[in-house]
Antibody
Framework: EVQLLESGGGLVQPGGSLRLSCAAS????????MTWVRQAPGKGLEWVSLISGSGAGTYYADSVQGRFTISRDNSKNTLYLQMNSLRAEDTAIYYC?????????????WGQGTLVTVSS | DIQMTQSPSSLSASVGDRVTITCRAS??????LAWFQQKPGTAPKSLIYAASTLGGGVPSKFSGSGSGTDFTLTISSLQPEDFATYYCQQYSTFPWTFGQGTTVEIK
């Protein structure tokens, strides 16, 4: 059974940093691209970033480009999101999700999310 | 960026109704479209990918169709557990983009 467990959320001041983690199990982690999607309170889903299975390819939304860095440690089956220069508008639940396959595929399994609050 | 526009933004329906939600892409995305269901306080659940292929364990009352720029999600007979918010998402081009969501409420 695929399981994704996010951690690392919390309250941070504007301009601060936070690193989210997503521990994966139940599948061959290094085979699949992984993605972060966020949801601001009461709002819709917003794609944040994606990393390929090997880690060689990374992609970002314009809203986080240059501030967030996605990475993975395939030896630890863990996905990360390093978030720097945080802004109030980054306040959201952050979900990690597994791509369904290699190539043109969307997410097929989601974690339960971790809440990031950016406030002074 | 490709913009995804869903309609309606919300709808009220009764148990047993057939419901259709539309998603339009601002440019062609072939069949690289997914649908997700989200209930309050929970993570999204994957329903459909490749515009019309049901995800594992998704009941056949859900169906998807379309290609290019126009897509639909249909629920053939609405049940109490189907009241939720539904999102379309294109994965043809980065940045991936979602529709704004359609909330299906009980009439």
């Amino acid at each position: 059974e695929v399981q994704l467990l996010e951690s690392g959320g919390g309250l941070v001041q504007p301009g601060g940093s936070l690193r989210l983690s997503c521990a994966a199990s139940g599948f061959t982690f290094s085979t699949y691209g992984m993605t972060w999607v966020r949801q601001a309170p009461g709002k819709g889903l917003e794609w944040v970033s994606l990393i390929s299975g090997s880690g060689a390819g990374t992609y970002y939304a314009d809203s986080v480009q240059g501030r967030f860095t996605i990475s993975r440690d395939n030896s630890k089956n863990t996905l990360y999101l390093q978030m720097n220069s945080l802004r109030a508008e980054d306040t959201a639940i952050y979900y990690c999700a597994k791509k369904k396959g290699v190539g043109y595929y969307p997410p097929d399994h989601w974690g339960q999310g971790t809440l990031v609050t950016v406030s002074s | 960026d490709i913009q995804m526009t869903q309609s309606p933004s919300s709808l009220s329906a009764s148990v047993g109704d057939r419901v259709t939600i539309t998603c339009r892409a601002s440019q062609g995305i072939s069949s690289n479209l997914a649908w997700f269901q989200q209930k309050p306080g929970t993570a999204p659940k994957s329903l459909i990918y490749a515009a019309s292929t049901l995800g594992g364990g998704v009941p056949s009352k859900f169906s998807g169709s379309g290609s290019g720029t126009d897509f639909t999600l249909t629920i053939s007979s609405l049940q109490p557990e189907d009241f939720a918010t539904y999102y379309c998402q294109q994965y043809s081009t980065f940045p991936w983009t979602f529709g704004q969501g359609t909330t299906v409420e009980i009439k």
